[in-house]
């Protein structure tokens, strides 16, 4: 979309400017999102103009939900609000999610990010999500008429919440069961607060409801309803349990007090920032603190310590420190594993004050006279193989072991049982390439089907069985289908 107002030299004259946000010290202060408040605004039309408009947007293509970046650059960078949250919304449920959270693999395809800074893309799509709530652009879409179809969707998480939007809007009867007290899935009590506020995701429920569809929280398919009888009561069922099944650490002196998956440590800081308990029964607070693990779980278990005021915390990440830059193997325009600060990182003081320990193995935990967890061994990983380097074995003194080591699949599944769905080596719910499961008219989206991913990736998945349930149900479909279930992200 050529736009002769805007400036087509911006991405000379204009550096990137990130998101602006609080002091690490006022952070650690309160459980609020580290961002400042309206401080993107300001700057963001500036930032959408250095999109160069290049005519083969890579950054479209790295989105997994297919979002048309460079129109909605455009637009920012002239002022175009409403028409920016047509676009935005046509493709993305909730992009005040994604603009929030997603590792923004579109910014590492920005053409501009070849020899350059890429446009800050992520930033421009949360201010036009933030914009479209406040101008009441992002309003209720209930359906102009019903098809008297009824779709149950198990899961809450944001594949869940997808499918649900998509199939209420086209018209189907839905209903979202969700075994947790809330609905949200990951969203609610995985992610802490002060990377998603969740008055944000009460916001986008209340909508949901407005647009007819029905929430039943506290049922747990398969243990309170059967999975089987459900399916029977509907016309379609999609399942979207997530991956919830935690990888263990299977060394000497796991199963002692003190060890726990980071998961249920993160979940009860939660549900104190939901107002439910005064103080975790796991707080961190005053204790020395090890968290297994160098992804995003474990980013989070550090922001969450540092804020119950851990006496010292301590990362021990497998993998050797990436490089700061991409290297050859990693070309441009794929997404590539560099050393990364996140907002937690930068609290525990930055690369100056490193909380990481790179390239470590945990080999077993020592307890002390009470017996509890006292230390932690822990050695040197040999790159490759990833076994302890003979001799370089050291012990650390910890009270608090979180062990962050991802998910495996959906697990023991009742739902999976009831149905009589076939489960895949790597321990997911099989689907073909219509998100279709074994039994007729049951259909499996997000992690349960995916593994461990994304929330972009699980917004992408509901959409897209949404339109395969549609299709089911009506013979056809105008429901937008972002992915496939063989689609991945780009790779070199
Ligand atoms: C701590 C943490 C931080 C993360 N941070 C990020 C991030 O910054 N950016 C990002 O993109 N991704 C992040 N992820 C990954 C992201 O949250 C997931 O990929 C995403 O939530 C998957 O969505 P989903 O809907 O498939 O499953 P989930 O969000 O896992 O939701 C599944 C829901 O199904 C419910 N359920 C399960 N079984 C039943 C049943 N039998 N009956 C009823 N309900 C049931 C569960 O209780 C759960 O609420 C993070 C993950 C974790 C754990
Ligand atoms: S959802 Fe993620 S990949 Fe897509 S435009 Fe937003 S930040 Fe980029």
Redesign the pocket.
């Known amino acids: 979309m050529a736009d002769p107002q805007a400036d087509r030299m911006a991405f000379f004259t204009t550096p990137r400017r990130p998101r602006e946000r609080r002091a690490p010290q006022e952070r650690l202060g309160d459980w609020h999102e580290v961002y400042r408040e309206g401080a993107l605004l300001p700057v963001i039309g500036g930032q959408a103009a250095r999109c160069m408009d290049c005519g083969l947007p890579f950054c479209h293509r790295a989105c997994p939900l297919g979002n048309l970046i460079p129109d909605w650059n455009t637009l920012v960078a002239r002022g175009g609000w409403h028409s920016a949250a047509a676009r935005l919304l046509a493709t993305n449920n909730f992009p005040e999610f994604t603009g929030r959270?997603?590792?923004a693999p579109c910014e590492s395809a920005c053409v501009l990010a070849i020899d350059s800074d890429a446009v800050t893309i992520k930033n421009v799509e949360l201010a036009i999500a933030d914009r479209a709530w406040e101008d009441g652009d992002d309003r209720p879409q209930p359906p102009e008429r019903m098809t008297g179809r009824r779709v149950a969707v198990?899961?809450?998480?944001?594949?869940?919440l997808a499918a649900a939007q998509q199939l209420t809007r086209a018209g189907h009867t839905t209903t979202v069961?969700?075994?947790?007290d809330r609905i949200g899935?990951?969203?609610r009590y995985?992610?802490p607060p002060f990377?998603l506020e969740k008055h944000r995701l009460d916001r986008r429920i209340e909508q949901m409801r407005a647009e007819g569809t029905t929430f039943r929280a506290g049922?747990?398919?398969?243990r309170d309803v059967p999975a089987d009888e459900l399916r029977a009561r509907c016309d379609a069922l999609v399942v979207?349990?997530?991956?919830?099944a935690c990888r263990d650490l299977p060394v000497p002196g796991r199963r002692m007090p003190g060890i726990h998956q980071a998961?249920t440590y993160?979940t009860l800081a939660n549900r104190v920032d939901e107002g439910d308990r005064a103080v975790s029964p796991l707080t961190a607070e005053g204790r020395s603190v090890v968290i297994v693990g160098g992804g995003?779980?474990a980013a989070?278990c550090l922001g969450t310590a540092l804020r119950q005021r851990a006496a010292a915390v301590t990362q021990f990440d497998i993998n050797p420190r990436p490089p700061d830059r991409r290297s050859a193997g990693q070309p441009w325009p794929v997404h590539p594993k560099v050393y990364r600060v996140t907002t937690s990182h930068e609290e525990a003081g930055g690369s100056a004050a490193e909380p990481r320990v790179f390239a470590a193995t945990t080999v077993g935990f020592e307890a002390g006279a009470d017996g509890r967890l006292a230390a932690v061994r822990f050695a040197e990983a040999r790159p490759g193989d990833r076994r302890p380097r003979p001799g370089t074995e050291r012990t650390l003194p910890a009270e608090l072991a979180l062990l962050a080591l991802g998910f495996s699949g959906p697990g023991r599944c009742?739902?999976a049982r009831q149905l009589g769905l076939a489960v895949d080596r790597q321990g997911r719910l099989a689907r073909d390439e219509d998100f279709a499961a074994r039994a007729d008219g049951v259909f499996v989206a997000?992690?349960?089907g995916r593994g461990?991913?994304?929330?972009?990736?699980?917004i992408a998945e509901g959409r897209a069985v949404a339109a395969a349930v549609d299709r089911y149900l009506r013979g056809s479909t105008d429901l937008p289908a972002p992915v496939r279930p063989s689609d991945g992200p780009l790779t070199a």
């Not at 198990?154 to 869940?160: C, E, I, K, R, Y």
């Not at 069961?177 to 947790?180: D, L, P, S, V």
């Not at 979207?240 to 919830?244: K, L, P």
């Not at 461990?452 to 699980?458: E, H, K, N, R, Y």
Request: with cysteine; glycine share 18%.
């Open positions: 959270l997603c590792p198990v899961g809450s998480g944001p594949a869940g069961y969700e075994r947790a899935g990951l969203l995985g992610i990377r049922v747990a398919v398969g979207a349990v997530g991956a919830t998961i993160l995003d779980t989070d009742r739902v997000g992690d349960a461990q991913s994304l929330i972009v990736w699980a």
